[in-house]
Structure formats: C-alpha cells, structure tokens
C-alpha cells in the first residue's frame, strides 16, 4: 500500500534535506540560462544558493528545462523539488518522471550519471514515490473512465490499463533494481 501525501511528502525530504548545494553553483538558474542560449526570460528573481526546499513554484517554473543542463550534485540536489510538485500535483512544464525514467537512446549517458548520484535512502524515497504514483494513477483513470462509461450509459469494468500506468511499472522496476545493486 502506498503511503498517504503528507507521508510520502515527509520521506522525500528526510531523504534530500541533507543534499549539498552544487559546490560549483551552478543552480536551477544557472541551467535555465544554458537552456536560453545564455539570455535569460526569468520572471522571479534568482536568488542564488537558493537550495531545492527554498523554491517557489514559480522559480521552479521560470526553470522549467534546468534539469536537462544541470550537472549530476544539481540534478541530486534539485530533484525533490521537482518530485514535490508532482505528489502536490502543480502543474508546471517540469516532468521528475521524465527525470526519472529509464535511461534510454541519446540521453541514457547524462540519466546514468545523474541516478548514479542517489544513495540508498534518495533511492528508497524516489521508489516509495513512483508506487505513489502508480497507485494514484490508477485510481484516477479508473474514475475517468467510470465517469466516461457512465456519460454514455455504459458500466466500466475495471482492468482496462491506462497507457502511462505501463510506463511507471517500468520505472518503479528499473529504481527497485537500482536499489539492490546500491552498496
């Protein structure tokens, strides 16, 4: 069973409180910047050495592609914020599953390193996250589809998957995997 959204909330930043700054500071704003070919359209102000816990919905926003361009110790620091306004549900152009995912084609080398920067409890945390998800999920599309079936007079029986449901299995296994190879 999935823990509640206050729970999960809680382990998250037991795991990631701790996280160092990027010894260089190079920040979300930082990686933003590289993503505006160094002109930044910021609308919050950058305050630096701001850490993951300490911004705003709308910084994290003003940094919607930061997590492309930031260096592994960013990415480690960074991610719980990101994986915050997932389980809070705000929405923003910031995807931790697309952060998250399993590493694959042209990107798989800069996945690895930043996953290779989590330790055992970052790890456990990002797993209790994506079960989180999984089982909100699908609790939600089985509500839509009721709520569709019903609109058209027809009854939904349960076991219809929903496409994104096969996709978190997949990472939730890859993260479990990742657990048991961890020292």
Request: hydrophobic residues 40%; charged residues 20%.
């Amino acid at each position: 069973m999935p823990l509640t959204q206050a729970a999960l909330k809680s382990l998250v930043h037991d795991a990631f409180i701790n996280t160092p700054f990027p010894a260089d500071g190079y920040d979300m704003y930082a990686a933003q910047t590289s993503d505006d070919y160094g002109s930044p359209f910021f609308t919050t102000e950058h305050l630096p050495g701001r850490k993951w816990h300490e911004l705003t919905v709308a910084q994290m926003s003003d940094c919607y592609a930061a997590f492309s361009y930031l260096r592994p110790d960013g990415w480690r620091h960074f991610i719980p914020a990101a994986i915050m306004l997932e389980i809070d549900g705000v929405d923003t152009n910031i995807d931790a599953f697309y952060q998250l995912r399993v590493p694959a084609g042209d990107f798989s080398a800069h996945l690895n390193k930043n996953h290779a920067t989590l330790n055992r409890q970052q790890i456990e945390a990002v797993i209790a996250f994506l079960d989180y998800c999984l089982h909100s999920s699908t609790q939600h599309q089985h509500d839509q589809y009721r709520k569709e079936y019903a609109a058209a007079g027809l009854e939904y029986i349960e076991g219809l998957e929903y496409i994104h449901q096969s996709d978190l299995v997949g990472t939730l296994n890859y993260w479990q995997t990742r657990l048991l190879n961890i020292n």
